[in-house]
T-cell receptor, first 113, second 109 residues
């Protein structure tokens, strides 16, 4: 059973802080994704990665960056957290053929104060 | 890119009734259409999917239909139960998933 683990379930950070959200998957998946989930807006793609050290911008990359130094780990970085980045962040992974479906992590609820 | 629209945004049904959620997509190249269920405080879980070479797929009380010509697909839940209460997301795939905005389903006992 594929497991996608997000390091924190809840985080509270101050405006201007640098924030790291970590995601680890244990099934040797090539693809990893970061989404944010907001009421009424659904799931919006921030960044994705098809391979180690490879990254592609999604629909809302502004204010975020990512790092994928190892295949199993995909990190989302908020360079300078702002209150409008308060949200639920979901990580997902899939094998190279995404039409076998995603597996999601449990999410990190980030509050920026 | 792909644009997926999902309706309704909220849906309330009496226990035992059927529920239908509809999605439309814009990219005719999309070929895989999964549905995810997200219970309160939990991760989205794949509940059923359909590929573009199939018109309908059933799994117990859940079914999905696809109309490629009209570019729409629907989730049908029959004999609804309180544990079906959740947010449901549709998606269409090109090189990534494009999600709908979700439907909050409430089944009233």
């Amino acid at each position: 059973d594929v497991k996608v683990t997000q390091s924190s379930r809840y985080l509270v950070k101050r405006t201007g802080e640098k924030v790291f959200l970590e995601c680890v998957q244990d099934m040797d998946h090539e693809n990893m994704f970061w989404y944010r989930q907001d009421p009424g807006l659904g799931l919006r793609l921030i960044y994705f990665s098809y391979d180690v050290k490879m990254k592609e911008k999604g629909d809302i990359p502004e204010g975020y960056s990512v790092s994928r130094e190892k295949k199993e780990r995909f990190s989302l970085i908020l360079e300078s957290a702002s209150t409008n980045q308060t949200s639920m962040y979901l990580c997902a992974s899939s094998n190279r053929r995404i039409d076998y479906g995603y597996t999601f992590g449990s999410g990190t609820r980030l509050t920026v104060v | 890119g792909e644009n997926v629209e999902q309706h309704p945004s909220t849906l309330s049904v009496q226990e035992g009734d059927s529920a239908v959620i509809k999605c439309t997509y814009s990219d005719s190249a999309s070929n895989y259409f999964p549905w995810y269920k997200q219970e309160l405080g939990k991760r989205p879980q794949l509940i059923i999917d359909i590929r573009s070479n199939v018109g309908e797929k059933k799994d117990q009380r859940i079914a999905v239909t696809l109309n490629k010509t009209a570019k729409h697909f629907s989730l049908h839940i029959t004999e609804t139960q309180p544990e079906d209460s959740a947010v449901y997301f549709c998606a269409a795939t090109g090189n990534q998933f494009y999600f709908g905005t979700g439907t909050s389903l409430t089944v009233i006992p």
